[in-house]
């Protein structure tokens, strides 16, 4: 899939992201991919709970990880899709996922505003500490709803802004990259999934708020899922 420019997007605040920030991301986790760094905020994958047979994707998947555990918990008759733009990090997950020999795991690369697969592919999403990246969010929930089945789970680790981050970091692509940035706060965070028309939201875990910059941020895990009726417009 074509890497393209998530910039001057605007959030439901009329908040822009910073021109760049795609290449300042593709910088920093390609220098990552080869360390053991912890870059997660949460327990997201953990609280996925996938049935034999079924079909995950991870967002963002980096070196793959969570993919692999999703992929041995869903057995061969299932499968685990990672997504991510960095080529690093999808390299260093296939040349680990073949020396396992894990042959129903598949990493893509893709953007989260515009996932590279058919509508209602998945029963489970996950995403850990990736989604503040995006610059258009609510492009980025309305494409996980439109790839979950009916009746398909979300459980997503990520960031949110206690206060609207200053203009000042909200447009620096090195922040953004950093994984506070481009954080947007809780009640935006939660328009765009309910907006996205995804169900039964709740917040599973949440930190004390930290300080980032001249501003505070606080790590969180969040779950939901999409309506099983026939009536859903996906
Ligand atoms: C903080 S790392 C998290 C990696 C992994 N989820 C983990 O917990 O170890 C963020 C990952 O998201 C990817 N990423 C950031 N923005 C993205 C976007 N717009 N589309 C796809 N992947 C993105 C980065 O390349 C990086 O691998």
Redesign the pocket.
């Known amino acids: 899939m074509e890497t393209t420019q998530?910039t001057g997007a605007t959030g439901a605040t009329g908040a822009t992201v910073a021109t760049g920030a795609?290449g300042a991301?593709?910088a920093r986790?390609g220098e990552l991919a080869e360390s053991s760094c912890c870059?997660?905020c949460g327990t997201a994958v953990g609280l996925c709970k996938p049935e034999p047979g079924q079909v995950c994707l991870?967002l963002?998947?980096?070196?793959g990880?969570?993919v692999l555990r999703l992929a041995e918990q869903v057995g061969p008759n299932g499968h685990a899709y990672g997504?991510?733009?960095?080529e690093a990090?999808l390299e260093k997950a296939r040349k680990t996922a073949a020396k396992l020999g894990v042959a129903n795991a598949t990493f893509l690369h893709?953007?989260?505003?515009r996932l590279d697969l058919p509508d209602q592919t998945v029963d489970w999403v996950t995403?850990?500490?990736?989604l503040n990246?995006?610059g258009d969010k609510a492009r980025v929930w309305r494409e996980i709803a439109r790839v979950m089945k009916k009746g398909g789970q979300f459980v997503v680790s990520d960031i949110y802004a206690v206060e609207p981050v200053p203009a000042e970091y909200r447009d620096d692509p090195a922040a953004i990259a950093e994984?506070w940035a481009g954080a947007v706060t809780k009640d935006e965070y939660l328009l765009h999934i309910l907006r996205a028309g995804l169900i039964d939201v709740r917040i599973l875990e949440e930190s004390e708020p930290y300080p980032k910059g001249k501003t505070r941020v606080v790590s969180f895990t969040i779950s939901g899922r999409k309506t099983a009726a026939n009536a859903s417009c996906f």
Do not use: F, K
Not at 60 to 63: K, T, V
Not at 110 to 113: D, G, K
Not at 127 to 130: A, I, P, Q
């Open positions: 998530a795609i991301i593709e986790y870059m997660s991870d963002g998947s980096g070196r990880t969570d997504i991510d733009i960095t990090m893709s953007e989260l505003e995403s850990n500490c990736v990246h995006a994984c």
